[in-house]
């Protein structure tokens, strides 16, 4: 009997024994199903302290090899977008935006939130921002005057000013050998007495020194001058005699102005009285201004192409040309005008020989035409100083005899309309004098 009950005791140690050993197997492999899916879930996290049972190493070794290739690949393009990230903020600090935008778009192409997977060495939000801030307003208020920035550089560079440096060595004399007095003297050939201001403009571009020249306040001065006479000595309100020229009301030269008039009239009727026929009347009207306060105006039929080179001088040979002087008036309406006297030009007529010598004829009775224009100046669309608009239109005829005047003064109706301005490149092509 007491053997018995000591079988069936060890029997009951045996299978406690291979209960806690059942519990730890379970255990063990539970523990290993964790550490595999936390592998999964993070593949860049370490597994090295894991050991596996061999049972299911052998079974899960193909498994575990392409989930660490994927992982290495997942790294080096984490890797790769924050090396593109860093060169693109790198890049943006320098200013280059153009650059930084491209490392961006790859950088956002690989991984799309590495922004937030980036650890700053010192925060962005910190004193680097606030310094590019400062940076930033200090580079829009040298902008703002590039002419005192360029000046300043210029006198930093040497003790002997340059106004510019070859690029490359050239064996000839480069035109920064140039005095400084003859580098002006061929800005104002540049400028010529045609006011050509759109060529100076664009010779500024060419480098700093040449900036600085293109805004001689000389030059301008001259300009204004010559546009306003001695109504501009003073400069206020304006700044300089750029902003002058550039803001106050002035016709322009480098081109013409032109109106284009279309109507409809009737015709004679017909000998059978059956029909009564009408016509389409369109002609043109041109204005040309020159620096010099002379203008010419022209009414024809002709079309531009033909009729513009013909403008290029005063000295056409076009009959139907009126040649006259003008002067710009700004009124107490704050309204800028344009009045103009212009009249055909004079020919010598032919002395008359007559065969009988005592040959009297009664001469005809001599008369000057004039015409007395008036017109108002106004910008229109993104064109400034564009257009002008009729508000006077008289004939004055003046015998010469008794110096009587008689005035004719026309109705400014839909036939008078405004003319626009065109530019033509052909009357700034070439220089005759300078400024």
């Not at 778009?105 to 060495?121: C, G, H, S, W």
Request: charged share 30%; with cysteine; glycine share 4%.
């Amino acid at each position: 009997m007491a053997e018995a009950e000591e079988d069936c005791h060890a029997d009951l140690v045996r299978t406690d024994d291979s209960e806690r050993s059942g519990e730890a197997n379970l255990q063990a492999e539970l523990q290993m199903f964790r550490a595999q899916w936390m592998f999964e879930l993070a593949p860049g996290v370490s597994s090295s302290g894991l050991e596996p049972l061999p049972c299911r190493a052998s079974s899960r070794e193909p498994g575990l090899k392409s989930v660490d290739a994927r992982g290495k690949q997942e790294i080096a393009k984490e890797e790769k977008a924050k090396e593109l990230f860093l060169k693109a903020v790198e890049e943006e600090q320098n200013g280059a935006l153009y650059e930084a935008i491209k490392f961006y778009r790859l950088a956002m192409q690989l991984v799309p939130d590495i922004e937030f997977k980036i650890t700053y060495t010192r925060s962005p939000d910190g004193d680097g921002v606030g310094k590019r801030c400062v940076e930033d307003s200090k580079e829009d208020d040298k902008m703002a005057d590039l002419l005192t920035d360029f000046q300043q550089q210029l006198t930093l560079q040497e003790s002997s000013v340059k106004l510019c440096q070859p690029e490359v060595y050239v064996s000839q004399t480069h035109i920064s050998a140039l005095p400084m007095e003859v580098l002006m003297y061929i800005f104002r050939w540049v400028v010529s007495s045609d006011l050509d201001l759109r060529s100076l403009e664009q010779l500024s571009l060419v480098c700093r020194g040449f900036y600085i020249c293109a805004r001689d306040p000389e030059i301008w001065h001259q300009v204004c001058l010559k546009i306003w006479g001695r109504s501009c000595n003073k400069l206020v309100p304006y700044a300089s005699w750029r902003d002058m020229f550039l803001e106050r009301p002035r016709v322009r030269f480098d081109g013409v102005y032109v109106s284009k008039t279309k109507y409809i009239r009737q015709g004679e009727q017909s000998l059978d009285g059956f029909y009564r026929a009408w016509h389409q009347v369109e002609y043109y009207r041109y204005l040309r201004f020159f620096p010099d306060g002379q203008v010419m105006m022209l009414t024809t039929p002709e079309d531009p192409q033909s009729i513009v080179p013909r403008l290029r001088t005063k000295n056409t040979r076009t009959d139907a040309i009126l040649l006259g002087h003008y002067r710009l008036s700004q009124e107490t309406d704050n309204q800028t005008k344009v009045f103009a006297v212009i009249m055909k030009k004079k020919e010598e007529k032919p002395v008359d020989y007559h065969k009988y010598r005592y040959f009297r004829r009664v001469p005809a009775q001599e008369t000057d035409h004039s015409f007395h224009v008036g017109l108002q100046l106004c910008s229109s669309g993104r064109q400034r100083f564009n257009k002008l608009v009729w508000i006077h239109h008289s004939c004055h005829i003046t015998c010469r005899s008794t110096g009587e005047t008689a005035v004719t003064t026309f109705d400014i109706d839909k036939m008078y309309t405004p003319l626009f301005f065109a530019r033509v490149k052909s009357f700034t092509a070439y220089s005759e004098k300078p400024l």
